[in-house]
């Protein structure tokens, strides 16, 4: 059996992520990378992760079964014309961006349709770059291939394949239908998420009262506003209709509830919230996606010194590691005195069970 060989275009957080991911599952795969970072490439290799480290897209290229076009989405059409003269009938072209459309026009345009399977782990962190990178950011997140009409169904497999050994989920869309619907659960949100922060930047007092006391709901559906302004305004460009047309939907929706308050109708006002609970509830629990999970719970503590070194102690005697703690002044929409987040979902569940088993009450929302 011939090893696997897989290419790295870029080796930032998501591609430095599988690339772990591949040597996790296929140890002796060959993989090679070039990255603008020469300081994350040698890194790489200093890790075992990376087996060639190139000066730049060459021809040692020609030799993968995959290669993953992991730089931002600004520079992968460039990339990919550079790469095309390197590329081997047999192999699985992909990529890792956010917006599909642009890529998959650029690989039919060069001819490049029947070996272009775009892909989009719905997974990411709010650090950056290959030094934060995990393989275990992939697991049980929706992985999803935006196959060209042209591409074999055997390669298509092939890659769901070696998705699945990630311990992702592969979740095979139209790029048409990709960029709609990441529109909608991600892009629209993002600014939604800014939107609301401006307005109460705008409506705050002079001495910013809104701001000191922002806290449970507010930052809750604005967390996202502190992603890169960079890259989010070169998604909104990538993909401005799909955004567009979503927003024009949600302004129609906003007018519509500014009549129901206007009219003071209680039943129009009720339906509003209630579907809205009801679909909100019937989400199902995966750990990763385009907007990154919270793993944080709040406790009640004794207003006494000590009361939140207890807390850290205990945790800490656990072996479980607190990512930011701090104090809930405006509890409003939550429960609790003290707010405790986590890294990931195994350390939340190892502080909840340790907690709960010395008597703390928690309230995970």
Request: glycine letters at 6%.
């Amino acid at each position: 059996m011939n090893t696997l060989t897989c290419g790295f275009i870029g080796l930032g957080l998501i591609g430095g992520s599988i690339a772990k991911a591949v040597r996790t599952t296929v140890p002796d795969a060959h993989i090679i990378a070039y990255d603008t970072n020469a300081s994350s490439l040698k890194l790489a290799y200093d890790e075992h992760i990376v087996n060639d480290m190139r000066p730049a897209i060459d021809r040692a290229f020609h030799a993968c079964d995959y290669i993953f076009l992991c730089a931002p989405v600004s520079l992968n059409n460039d990339n990919l014309l550079i790469l095309k003269e390197y590329l081997s009938p047999h192999t699985i072209l992909t990529d890792v961006g956010s917006v599909k459309t642009g890529i998959h026009r650029q690989a039919e345009s060069l001819g490049l349709s029947g070996l272009f399977i775009g892909g989009h782990p719905m997974t990411g962190s709010e650090r950056f770059g290959y030094a934060s990178s995990n393989a275990a950011l992939l697991e049980n997140a929706y992985y999803i291939l935006t196959p060209s009409d042209s591409v074999p169904q055997e390669k298509l497999t092939r890659y769901c394949d070696l998705v699945k050994s990630f311990g992702a989920i592969p979740l095979i869309l139209s790029y048409e239908e990709h960029d709609y619907v990441t529109a909608a659960i991600s892009h629209v949100p993002h600014v939604i998420a800014a939107s609301l922060v401006n307005l109460v930047r705008s409506a705050d007092s002079s001495d910013g009262i809104m701001k000191m006391i922002a806290a449970g709901g507010f930052k809750d559906i604005t967390r996202i506003a502190s992603s890169s302004p960079e890259m989010w305004q070169q998604i909104c460009l990538s993909n401005p209709d799909n955004i567009s047309r979503l927003l024009k939907d949600y302004i129609r929706t906003l007018t519509d509830v500014c009549a129901r308050l206007d009219n003071r109708s209680e039943d129009e006002l009720y339906d509003f919230f209630e579907t809205a609970r009801n679909y909100r509830e019937s989400f199902t629990d995966v750990s990763s996606g385009p907007i990154k999970a919270e793993y944080v719970f709040t406790v009640d503590i004794n207003d006494k010194p000590g009361s939140i070194a207890a807390i850290a102690s205990l945790l800490a005697a656990h072996d479980v590691s607190i990512k930011n703690i701090g104090i809930n002044h405006n509890r409003e929409f939550a429960e609790g005195a003290l707010r405790i987040e986590f890294y990931d979902k195994d350390a939340i569940e190892q502080a909840i069970k340790v907690m709960t088993e010395h008597g703390y009450k928690l309230h995970t929302r």
